[in-house]
């Protein structure tokens, strides 16, 4: 027992899935009495089961669909700056053993074992996203303890997203510590990124897409690409360094390309990259108007499907995205297309992309399936956790 406010699940709630590891609870799983809607979001609490035996500590918000994060197993968990130092070592274990150099993502929120945060490291700047209201309450001591246990200097806040809002926290980002004048150089799969910290989208760079971009590149070696959706210019970028004749980026955001531009530049690729800036869909009819054809299309659109409210529509858009990519694809050549979406699992994105690809009059095979990298860790209770979802396809005449 602790002494804290005590939350408990209702009688007809299970209560086994969170004594095996089931991280969220939802508001409709709990008692939301008078007494429960008055703990300050944020607050720890001690969850109990409708027995009253204890589940452990979570983070709690009357306000938020998920209104408990579970925390720790012991009730009386202090969460404090050791606490977060504990997590943080275990993730950065993790991290250094996957990868040479210190740019990754080093909390991948429930998956690392801290609900709702999400840190990105860059060398020795680091960009953290506490998207849940225990975190933001908790943030200087977060803070402390990850430069405390990566020695980083620079450490940045990030608290723009759908996620927040819906955590009911407002959108407050800048600099914890530390001076950032520019963005910052990351080195990956042979080429150079440069990401904005302070004013990019998300935390400055998708690192989640790595493992893609890699396979992606080895696809492009002496073909002309096209990389639709190019935010940064993670497939271009990737693709010129393994050897494309040329990359075309496509992006509705002048600073975004503007940084692909340099990356360009920082990898000796330059002459071999072209940036355009305009609507994904506008450009690529453009682009098919005016026969070109590319020997690998990559699309990476942004999540066209965010929520289960918005799966029939994103799932439209995404066939349409593979009808226009397949439209541009030489004989014999690649399309790559990715989803964010965690509303539209695999099936339903493989069904509605090829759906398109058979209306571009092409035919294809699925030469693999790919989705986020190893430092984005997959929850096992948790279906949102594996959100990132890329198709390969070697299409025919």
């Known amino acids: 027992m602790s002494d804290r406010p005590v939350v408990r699940l209702l009688p007809k709630t299970a209560a086994q899935p969170f004594r095996f590891g089931a991280p969220w609870v939802y508001a409709d799983q709990i008692v ?35 209104a408990l994060r579970l925390l720790d197993r012991d009730p009386a968990a202090v969460v404090d700056r050791s606490w977060f130092e504990a997590r943080l070592s275990r993730a950065l274990s993790l991290r250094e053993a996957l990868f040479d150099a210190p740019c990754y993502r080093l909390v991948h929120a429930e998956a690392d074992d801290l609900p709702g945060v999400v840190i ?18 908790n943030l200087a001591a977060l803070a402390e303890a990850l430069q405390a246990v ?30 950032l004048a520019a963005p910052v150089p990351v080195p990956m799969n042979g080429a150079t990124y440069f990401a904005d910290l302070l004013g990019g989208q998300k935390t400055g ?36 360094a393994a050897g494309a004749t040329l990359a075309l980026a496509i992006d509705g955001s002048a600073p975004a390309l503007a940084l692909a531009e340099a990356g360009a530049e920082a990898s000796g690729v330059a002459d071999r990259f072209t940036a355009r800036k305009g609507d994904a869909f ?42 226009l990519g397949a439209a541009l694809v030489e004989p014999g050549g690649f399309l790559v297309l990715c989803s964010c979406s965690h509303a539209a699992d695999l099936a339903r994105f493989r069904e509605a992309s090829l759906r398109g690809v058979g209306k571009a009059g092409r035919t294809a095979r699925i030469l693999a399936t790919g989705g986020a990298g190893p430092d984005h860790p997959t ?19």
């Open 32 to 66: 939301l009495d008078r007494r429960t809607r008055a703990i300050p979001a944020g607050s720890i609490v001690e969850l109990q089961d409708g027995e009253q035996r204890t589940l452990g500590a979570a983070g709690f918000n009357a306000g938020s669909k998920i």
């Open 120 to 137: 990105d490291r860059f060398g020795d700047a680091a960009v953290i996203q506490p998207n849940a209201a225990w975190a933001e309450a």
């Open 150 to 179: 990566t020695g980083v200097s620079i450490v940045v806040k990030n608290a723009a997203g759908r996620a927040r809002g819906l955590e009911g926290l407002p959108e407050e980002s800048g600099l914890l510590s530390g001076a």
């Open 205 to 240: 760079l998708f690192y989640d897409q790595r493992p893609n971009h890699a396979f992606a590149a080895r696809l492009a070696r002496g073909r002309a690409m096209l990389d639709v959706f190019a935010h940064v210019g993670g497939f271009a970028l990737a693709g010129l």
């Open 282 to 323: 506008d450009t690529m009819t453009a682009l098919a108007g005016e026969g070109a054809r590319f020997g690998l299309v990559v699309c990476d659109p942004p999540a066209f499907a965010p929520s289960k409210s918005a799966l029939e529509a994103g799932l439209r858009a995404y066939e349409r995205v593979a009808r």
């Open 379 to 397: 929850h096992p209770y948790l279906a949102e956790s594996a959100y990132l979802k890329a198709l390969f396809l070697r299409l025919g005449p």
